[in-house]
């Protein structure tokens, strides 16, 4: 290929981006892995990676090496509502053996990253995408400021995996921002958080939640959500807007009582967002790139895996074919609707309890009582089982009831 730089170009090296690059570059592709960072570096994150992640990254091959970088299993995911009350997503209790992990993206995406180069990936970092390379209306490469030279890189396809605020999507005209929930997140570690059992916790309150997520080597994860609108209107810095949070989730604040904080405060948002379509005429969308919804119990990285692994094969095939066309890509389109639509519809409807404080008390009081149907919850939330479980009429009905 003298007039190409690659067969296929990803940019972005999170989760979905190495994942997918190293699928492809197994596959035989010529794989060019594009991200502005510098790795290892830190990511604003809830750090954790739901339990069906867990056979995506056996597939990788990483598992060992995840578990050496000292990874915490979690069976499950504590949920306390804003009356105190308490519902436990079991996870091992849905399949034994079961667990999230947490692990810091300083670590898992270094070890993704170096999986991807192992596979035979060419990975450039500092590598900063401003636009794409066109031929007509297809996407043809792109153009990438690299060591402070703007130069085009072609290839006749292009993965956009650089995250809910993908430079891909937007170069594309197709970013669209959700109007609800207008949220943002503000992610920190701590160490000595006191009174957390091998699970996960999620706390909801008026206005604001917490998850805190265990980590390697003692941290804890800490993600805030609040209202971006209220963010932006209040005085004071982001650590004032933190311990505001925090002391409006009591919960929370008491397992902070006397701990450590480690590193900064990082944030992210708007946490919601989707591309208005995920495939075209030399190109695709994986992971935050193609949709974000505030996730809760922290599913991001499950999905931007999952994402992955349904673009690498029809990737592959139109590659193969020579063939990079919307009409070629849309098989993945398919596969993401089949995956995606009814666990985002699950999503939607947890955010708008989390959103409704009598209504999350209500419902979390009777998944504590009704043990079948908090499994049911727990597999879905887990993403164990299928999300259709949950909205079935049936199951709703079930919870519902006084």
Same mark, same amino acid.
């Given at each position: 290929?003298?007039?190409?730089?690659?067969?296929?170009?990803?940019?972005?090296?999170?989760?979905?981006?190495?994942?997918?690059?190293?699928?492809?570059?197994?596959?035989?592709?010529?794989?060019?892995?594009?991200?502005?960072?510098?790795? *290892?570096?830190?990511?604003?994150?809830? @750090?954790?990676?739901?339990?069906?992640?867990?056979?995506?990254?056996?597939?990788?091959?990483?598992?060992?090496?995840?578990?050496? +970088?000292?990874?915490?299993?979690?069976?499950?995911?504590?949920?306390?509502?804003?009356?105190?009350?308490?519902?436990?997503?079991?996870?091992?209790?849905?399949?034994?053996?079961?667990?999230?992990?947490?692990?810091?993206?300083?670590?898992?995406?270094?070890?993704?990253?170096?999986?991807?180069?192992?596979?035979?990936?060419?990975?450039?970092?500092? +590598?900063?995408?401003?636009?794409?390379?066109?031929?007509?209306?297809?996407?043809?490469?792109?153009?990438? $400021?690299?060591?402070?030279?703007?130069?085009?890189?072609?290839? *006749?396809? #292009?993965?956009?995996?650089?995250?809910?605020?993908?430079?891909?999507?937007?170069?594309?005209?197709?970013? #669209?921002?959700?109007?609800?929930?207008?949220?943002?997140?503000?992610? $920190?570690?701590?160490?000595?958080?006191?009174?957390?059992?091998?699970?996960?916790?999620?706390?909801?309150?008026?206005?604001?939640?917490?998850?805190?997520?265990?980590?390697?080597?003692?941290?804890?994860?800490?993600?805030?959500?609040?209202? $971006?609108?209220?963010?932006?209107?209040?005085?004071?810095?982001?650590?004032?807007?933190?311990?505001?949070?925090?002391?409006?989730?009591?919960?929370?604040?008491?397992?902070?009582?006397?701990?450590?904080?480690?590193?900064?405060?990082?944030?992210?948002?708007?946490?919601?967002?989707?591309?208005?379509?995920?495939?075209?005429?030399?190109?695709?969308? #994986?992971?935050?790139?193609?949709?974000?919804?505030? *996730?809760?119990?922290?599913?991001?990285?499950? @999905?931007?895996?999952?994402?992955?692994?349904? +673009?690498?094969?029809?990737?592959?095939?139109?590659?193969?074919?020579?063939?990079?066309?919307?009409?070629?890509?849309?098989?993945?389109?398919?596969?993401?609707?089949?995956?995606?639509?009814?666990?985002?519809?699950?999503?939607?409807?947890?955010?708008?309890?989390?959103?409704?404080?009598?209504?999350?008390?209500? #419902?979390?009081?009777?998944?504590?009582?009704?043990?079948?149907?908090?499994? $049911?919850?727990?597999?879905?939330?887990?993403?164990?089982?299928?999300?259709?479980?949950?909205?079935?009429?049936?199951?709703?009905?079930?919870?519902?009831? *006084?």
């Amino acid at each position: 290929m003298p007039d190409r730089d690659a067969e296929v170009i990803v940019v972005g090296a999170g989760p979905a981006g190495s994942t997918v690059a190293a699928r492809l570059a197994d596959a035989g592709h010529r794989v060019l892995l594009l991200d502005k960072a510098s790795f *290892p570096r830190h990511k604003a994150c809830s @750090d954790y990676v739901s339990p069906a992640g867990e056979p995506i990254l056996a597939e990788l091959g990483v598992l060992d090496e995840i578990a050496a +970088a000292g990874a915490s299993r979690m069976p499950g995911m504590a949920v306390h509502a804003p009356n105190g009350s308490r519902f436990l997503a079991h996870f091992a209790g849905v399949e034994s053996g079961r667990a999230a992990i947490g692990l810091r993206r300083w670590e898992l995406d270094r070890i993704l990253l170096d999986r991807a180069r192992a596979a035979g990936a060419t990975v450039v970092e500092r +590598a900063h995408v401003r636009d794409m390379v066109r031929e007509g209306d297809r996407v043809a490469g792109v153009v990438a $400021t690299i060591d402070g030279t703007r130069e085009a890189l072609r290839a *006749p396809l #292009v993965i956009g995996a650089d995250g809910h605020n993908s430079v891909v999507a937007r170069a594309l005209e197709l970013d #669209v921002a959700w109007r609800w929930p207008r949220k943002t997140g503000l992610a $920190t570690h701590y160490r000595l958080v006191s009174g957390l059992d091998r699970c996960g916790e999620m706390h909801v309150g008026h206005g604001a939640y917490a998850g805190l997520a265990l980590l390697e080597d003692g941290l804890v994860n800490l993600t805030a959500v609040v209202p $971006t609108d209220a963010l932006k209107a209040r005085p004071g810095s982001l650590e004032d807007a933190l311990a505001s949070a925090i002391a409006s989730l009591p919960g929370v604040a008491a397992k902070l009582e006397g701990a450590e904080r480690v590193g900064t405060i990082r944030g992210v948002g708007p946490m919601g967002r989707r591309a208005r379509r995920v495939a075209g005429d030399g190109w695709l969308l #994986v992971g935050d790139a193609a949709s974000f919804l505030d *996730p809760f119990v922290g599913e991001g990285v499950h @999905d931007a895996l999952l994402s992955a692994r349904l +673009a690498a094969p029809v990737a592959s095939a139109a590659l193969r074919a020579d063939d990079t066309s919307a009409r070629a890509l849309d098989a993945y389109r398919l596969a993401r609707r089949r995956a995606f639509t009814a666990k985002h519809s699950v999503s939607w409807i947890v955010q708008g309890f989390v959103n409704a404080p009598p209504l999350m008390n209500y #419902v979390t009081d009777r998944l504590d009582e009704r043990e079948g149907l908090g499994l $049911t919850l727990s597999g879905v939330l887990g993403n164990l089982r299928p999300a259709t479980q949950a909205l079935s009429p049936i199951y709703l009905a079930r919870l519902l009831r *006084p």
